[in-house]
């Protein structure tokens, strides 16, 4: 199973938005509503944002939001604040019934 | 609130089996409302799924792992344990045990760093 496909980076001023793609395939990504996004800064680990491509967990900012078209996904962070600088990776189930991650997007608040 | 946290030997030998154990606090891990998780992350590189076990004993590896993966589960001692058998430096990671809501991570442990290294 290939990892997902993100941009190895992507960086945004304070105030604005950005969006990171996550490309997959008809047999993971595109073919499920089971797209997780995950924030992980330096040293600790993952924190759920994301999951079910939309939804966010209890005490997830607002200002994070996710969808899918086809076998791409993305996770949009509005009103970028510095704390928002962190690795982001998403997650998709696949129809081997295995989990599969992508392999990060470096997120740089200018 | 649910706590995971990893134990085990930080250094390992090549060819040597990999053990490690999650502790779970403030709930039960017998409640089959989960899965519990191992997910690893080699140095400065991504997240790799390994597997995850259900209360009831049963299992689903990454294929990529399975022929070296077993997970277990005890459920009088609220952990369960990941054995990785033949470890080259290739294992070498982090290594996080998490609670899983099919399908995704929710809850996770710090994370303990295994190095494989004669």
């Known amino acids: 199973q290939s990892a997902l496909t993100q941009p190895a980076s992507v960086s945004g001023s304070p105030g604005q938005s950005i969006t990171i793609s996550c490309t997959g395939t008809s047999s993971d990504v595109g073919g499920y509503t089971y797209v997780s996004w995950y924030q992980q800064h330096p040293g600790k680990a993952p924190k759920l944002m994301i999951y079910?491509?939309?939804n966010r967990p209890s005490g997830v900012s607002t200002r994070f939001s996710g969808s899918k078209s086809g076998n791409t996904a993305s996770l949009t962070i509005s009103g970028l604040q510095a704390e928002d600088e962190a690795d982001y990776y998403c997650?998709?189930?696949?129809?081997?019934?295995?989990?599969?991650f992508g392999g990060g997007t470096k997120l740089t608040v200018l | 609130q649910v706590q995971l946290q990893e134990s085990g030997p930080g250094l390992v030998k090549p060819s040597q089996t990999l053990s490690l154990t999650c502790a779970v606090s403030?709930?039960?891990?017998?409640?089959?409302?989960?899965?519990w998780s191992w997910i690893r992350q080699p140095p400065g590189k991504g997240l790799e799924w390994i597997g995850y076990i259900y209360y009831s004993g049963s299992t689903y590896y990454n294929p990529s792992l399975k022929s070296r993966v077993t997970l277990s589960i005890d459920t009088s001692k609220n952990q369960f344990s990941l054995k990785l058998s033949s470890v080259t430096a290739a294992d070498t990671a982090v290594y996080y045990c998490?609670?899983?809501?099919?399908?995704?991570?929710?809850?996770w442990g710090k994370g303990t760093t295994v190095t494989v290294s004669s």
């Open positions: 079910d491509v939309s």
């Open positions: 997650s998709s189930y696949t129809n081997s019934g295995t989990l599969v």
């Open positions: 998490a609670r899983e809501t099919l399908y995704y991570m929710d809850v």
């Open positions: 403030g709930g039960f891990i017998s409640s089959g409302d989960y899965y």
